[in-house]
């Protein structure tokens, strides 16, 4: 515990730290100098004097550098990077269960209220009330389909039932009726081999915000992916047409901008050690290729 606390001390006190380090050359320069007359031989000129300075003081410094400075920026990346991996992974799952909650139970309720309707209309004699009725039902109906499209987008069943692949049609299917856009899609080699959860989590939802980005942001009218599977990597790559952006800027100003989107898709694809380019300009369209290593399982 003792040994716990003195690393956190180093994380949290930077300018002690400061202190620390500024003390530990001081000391080791000294220790240096001090000992340069009595290493040297008195014939050495000044530029041995400097070397000999330099690399004394490099290798007394290195082990202490080591232990107090990478050391612990090494666990705290590595602590940042399993509570990331954490927050996105109860995030799924909080979405998983909302998305359940919304098909099961308002899902369910809105059919046996649009039943119900039906029911009431079919005995009706009243003209004026089975038009009521009619209207009331097809309200009913676009409210449950709405919920069924929220639910979608929350965690999509079929990418947890039946794979990356049919998630992708289904969401390119979705966007071509509800959106009216021209989409291509092309899956190579994704039909019939499933990848981890986390994998396919991440694809899902990268296509997810660079379409979403396309749409509201880019005024995209066409949108091309192709997804394909290579020997040590799994490779994304989608285009739009829209009207394209400053990435560099994008991703400077994403935080402060409070556009997490591109912030996000890169935090995810690292956390698989993937690599993410975004190449686009104005004008121009936007492609964003993703890189996954993924090595073929041996049978």
Not at 188 to 215: C, H, K, M, W
Request: aromatic share 6%; with cysteine; glycine share 6%.
């Amino acid at each position: 515990m003792k040994a716990t606390r003195t690393k956190v001390w180093y994380i949290l006190k930077p300018w002690r730290l400061f202190l620390v380090v500024m003390g530990l050359i001081f000391a080791v320069e000294a220790a240096v100098m001090l000992l340069l007359p009595v290493l040297l031989p008195t014939s050495a000129t000044t530029f041995h004097t400097a070397v000999f300075d330099a690399c004394l003081l490099t290798g007394m410094l290195a082990p202490a550098m080591w232990w107090l400075i990478i050391r612990p920026l090494r666990s705290l990346i590595a602590t940042r990077t399993e509570l990331l991996a954490r927050v996105l992974t109860a995030q799924e799952e909080e979405r998983g269960r909302i998305a359940r909650d919304l098909h099961d139970s308002l899902g369910q309720s809105l059919t046996c209220l649009t039943v119900g309707l039906r029911a009431v209309e079919e005995r009706s004699t009243d003209a004026d009330v089975r038009q009521h009725l009619q209207e009331l039902r097809r309200v009913g109906a676009d409210a449950h389909q709405e919920i069924r499209r929220l639910a979608t987008g929350l965690r999509p069943s079929v990418l947890d039932d039946v794979g990356l692949s049919a998630a992708l049609e289904r969401h390119f299917d979705d966007i071509h009726k509800v959106q009216g856009l021209v989409t291509k899609l092309d899956l190579r080699g994704l039909s019939i081999e499933r990848f981890p959860r986390d994998i396919e989590t991440t694809l899902y939802r990268i296509v997810q915000e660079a379409t979403s980005n396309a749409i509201r942001h880019g005024g995209a009218t066409e949108i091309q992916l192709v997804v394909q599977r290579n020997a040590k990597t799994l490779e994304l790559v989608l285009h739009d047409n829209g009207c394209g952006f400053d990435p560099i800027a994008a991703f400077r100003g994403c935080r402060e901008s409070r556009s997490f989107g591109l912030c996000s898709m890169r935090e995810r694809v690292d956390l698989l050690s993937g690599t993410l380019h975004v190449d686009s300009a104005i004008g121009a369209g936007t492609t964003v290729k993703v890189q996954i290593p993924v090595p073929y399982q041996s049978a």
